[in-house]
């Protein structure tokens, strides 16, 4: 059964790179614009693998990250934060709350697939 990833992310040129990176492999990828969107695609489906920005408006991902790791059901699933140079004040709250791994904005399609792939196997189509 291929991966159900979920890309959380504001902005959509992101959500798209990360779909266009990941198109390549048997994976399945849904969008959220923000923490509150994210939480609610993941009560239709639980992800193998979330990628959050850390800075969005209405819930950021330091937010939902405090709420996946505060429910027993949410709290294993791997997380790859999404982090600007912008957001280095929170990679210490970042760290604290366990996040899986970390990609850099901007990043290109090899750095985001090298990090998913440092958290769940990818095979090609």
């Known amino acids: 059964m291929p991966h159900h990833i979920l890309a959380i992310d504001d902005s959509k040129a992101v959500r798209l790179l990360l779909k266009k ?3 390549p492999f048997a994976c399945t990828v849904d969008e959220a614009t923000n923490g509150f969107n994210g939480l ?6 639980l992800p193998d693998l979330l990628l959050i920005d850390a800075a969005m408006p209405t819930m950021d991902g330091i ?4 709420m996946l790791k505060s429910k027993a059901q ?3 699933i ?5 982090v600007s140079s ?3 004040k929170v990679l210490p709250k970042i760290a604290e709350l366990g996040v899986t791994h970390l990609l850099k904005k ?4 090899a750095a985001a ?13």
């Open 40 to 45: 609610f695609a993941m009560e239709r489906r």
């Open 63 to 66: 937010e939902m990250l405090t």
């Open 21 to 23: 990176a990941l198109a």
């Open 86 to 88: 912008t957001d280095h």
């Open 78 to 82: 791997p997380v790859v934060m999404l």
């Open 74 to 76: 949410l709290r294993d």
């Open 113 to 125: 697939v090298d990090a998913i792939r440092a958290v769940i196997p990818l095979t090609a189509k």
């Open 106 to 109: 901007p990043f290109t399609d």
